[in-house]
């Protein structure tokens, strides 16, 4: 079923009698905070820049200041930017229901920021940066990086343990979803009695796999987007509008 805006009041009813609610989000979620999409049209990352130059590890290793740039201006990006009233609303659910979990796929920590407890970062964190060569974790220096524009090159920094060369702490094409994070992630698809998908196109797996996990186990899956997207077909309602006027609107 699909409506235009108003919330049937059976789907709160749903919501409000949820025990155990999963959240899985994507970057629709943060659009509304300023940071880029990855796949909408014009405003999208990947229809400015080539995902197969920058977001795979032969990317990294064939240019890796130029990937270690592109990351550092989107972490910038993030660093400037706030958390929205959808990011305010998924937190406030805590406060409602008994168990609230958020698996996103999102890299940046803007449901942390809001004040969401349990989050599953499925794709990495802009911040979680790690040695490419032993893993070591590298902390940023404080402060906002002086990128200014994505496609400007910065040498990544030498891994203070071996030398190496570190690589943002994210999950690019072609690797491995992070093992702990991924078996959390189908387990509370698996058990979540109301799954609610945010502002994912979901196209990217194995993480658009997760609603239809959750539908067959018995979920209610509820989708947010304005535009229609695959995952429609396993949702019991499409939410068609944008995150940050259609998530409040749930609690209220
Ligand atoms: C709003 C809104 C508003 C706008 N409110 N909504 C099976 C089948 C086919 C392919 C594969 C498969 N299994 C694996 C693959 C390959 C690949 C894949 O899925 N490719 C597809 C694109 C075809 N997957 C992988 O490579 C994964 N790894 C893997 O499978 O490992 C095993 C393996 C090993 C070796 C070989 C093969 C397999 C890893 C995927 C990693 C994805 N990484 C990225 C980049 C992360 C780092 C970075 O940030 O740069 O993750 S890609 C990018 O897409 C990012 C996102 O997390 C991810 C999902 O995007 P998301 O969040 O859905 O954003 P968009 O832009 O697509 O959609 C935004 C939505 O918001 C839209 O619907 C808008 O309408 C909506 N919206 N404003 C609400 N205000
Ligand atoms: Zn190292």
């Known amino acids: 079923m699909s409506i235009a805006f108003t919330t049937p009041a059976e789907l709160l009813d749903v919501l409000a009698g949820a025990r155990r609610l999963c959240v899985f989000s994507g970057a629709g979620v943060s659009?509304?905070?300023?940071i880029a999409t990855f796949r909408q049209p014009d405003t999208g990352l990947w229809s400015r820049f080539d995902p197969l130059m920058l977001a795979t590890l032969e990317a990294f290793q064939r240019d890796p200041a130029l990937v270690w740039g592109w990351y550092e201006w989107r972490r910038a990006a993030v660093l400037r930017a706030q958390p929205n009233p959808a990011h305010h609303a998924i937190a406030g659910l805590a406060a409602r229901l008994p168990q609230v979990c958020v698996v996103t796929q999102n890299v940046d920590d803007l449901h942390e920021r809001a004040g969401?407890?349990?989050?599953?970062?499925?794709?990495?964190?802009?911040?979680?940066?790690?040695?490419?060569?032993?893993?070591?974790?590298?902390?940023?220096?404080?402060?906002?990086?002086?990128?200014?524009?994505?496609?400007?090159?910065?040498?990544?920094?030498?891994?203070?343990?071996?030398?190496?060369?570190?690589?943002?702490?994210?999950?690019?094409?072609?690797?491995?979803?992070?093992?702990?994070?991924?078996?959390?992630?189908?387990?509370?698809?698996?058990?979540?009695?109301?799954?609610l998908c945010v502002g994912t196109s979901g196209l990217v797996y194995p993480a658009a796999s997760l609603p239809q996990q959750a539908a067959r186990a018995g979920a209610a899956v509820i989708q947010v987007n304005p535009d229609a997207t695959p995952l429609d077909g396993c949702a019991r309602w499409n939410l068609r509008g944008p995150a940050g006027a259609v998530m409040p609107a749930l609690l209220a």
């Open 116 to 195: 969401a407890r349990d989050v599953v970062h499925l794709h990495g964190s802009l911040e979680a940066a790690r040695c490419s060569r032993c893993a070591a974790p590298y902390a940023h220096p404080a402060g906002i990086p002086a990128v200014t524009q994505g496609g400007e090159r910065m040498p990544p920094p030498a891994c203070a343990a071996c030398g190496g060369p570190v690589r943002p702490g994210v999950v690019w094409f072609g690797e491995s979803l992070p093992m702990q994070a991924w078996a959390r992630a189908e387990a509370l698809a698996r058990e979540a009695d109301v799954f």
């Open 31 to 34: 659009a509304e905070s300023g």
